[in-house]
């Protein structure tokens, strides 16, 4: 059996912010790999960088040093309209706080990524019911995020964040806004889209409990990873 190729490759990332006249460092020379089809957790104390390095992965953010490759692409290089497009193709983006709209329903939420793609709207509804079937909210199609649970949006979120089948999974505090039983429920969710869907997935946590479902886990501390294999 071969071994998995890396996906994500990060080579001395540095992360600075200029706060007034002062310059602040976040993140001091990160080295790390992804493999393909890896769930990885990223833990750390608050501030320790965990979401600096997750925006950066997902091209949402700038390294001060350092180059990012994903795919074979390297990415901080990349134009801001290139770095649009290739978020638009490669990321799929899932959130402590859901970020759904109000105002459409749970199949038109989903549908968002796939209005920048060349896809017809029927191809669109295909995608769209898939991803929700995929999630177990196939019956919450036509419902507003406010006749929904915490739970239910959150799989809106993610459904929305596989819906364009993307390369790299992204997940910020994915539990962080739930209670204990529905936060098993959305990391069962990631559990099995990357054992049986084969997701590579990256999820920042400050919960043990959650960071125990990924396959490793991985700590910031003063900007540097250590690596805590799982037992």
Request: with cysteine.
């Amino acid at each position: 059996m071969s071994e998995p190729t890396d996906l994500v490759r990060i080579e001395d990332v540095e992360k600075d912010y200029r706060r007034g006249g002062e310059e602040i460092p976040v993140l001091a020379g990160v080295n790390m790999t992804i493999p393909q089809g890896d769930f990885l957790a990223l833990m750390g104390p608050s501030g320790s960088g965990k979401s600096t390095l997750l925006n950066i992965i997902g091209g949402l953010d700038r390294p001060t040093n350092g180059a990012i490759y994903v795919a074979g692409e390297r990415v901080d290089t990349l134009s801001d309209r290139e770095l649009a497009a290739w978020r638009a193709r490669h990321i799929g983006f899932v959130f402590q706080f859901y970020n759904l709209m109000p105002t459409l329903t749970a199949e038109k939420n989903v549908d968002l990524p796939l209005l920048l793609t060349p896809l017809s709207r029927s191809e669109r509804q295909k995608h769209v019911a898939a991803a929700l079937a995929v999630t177990g909210l196939s019956h919450r199609a036509k419902h507003f995020p406010r006749q929904m649970s915490g739970g239910e949006q959150q799989r809106v979120g993610i459904a929305r964040a596989i819906v364009t089948d993307p390369t790299l999974l992204l997940c910020d505090e994915p539990t962080g806004d739930l209670d204990r039983k529905s936060g098993d429920e959305i990391l069962s969710l990631l559990q099995a889209l990357n054992r049986d869907h084969g997701k590579t997935i990256v999820m920042v946590t400050h919960d043990p409990h959650a960071s125990h479902r990924a396959t490793r886990t991985l700590h910031l501390n003063k900007g540097l990873l250590e690596d805590h294999p799982m037992e």
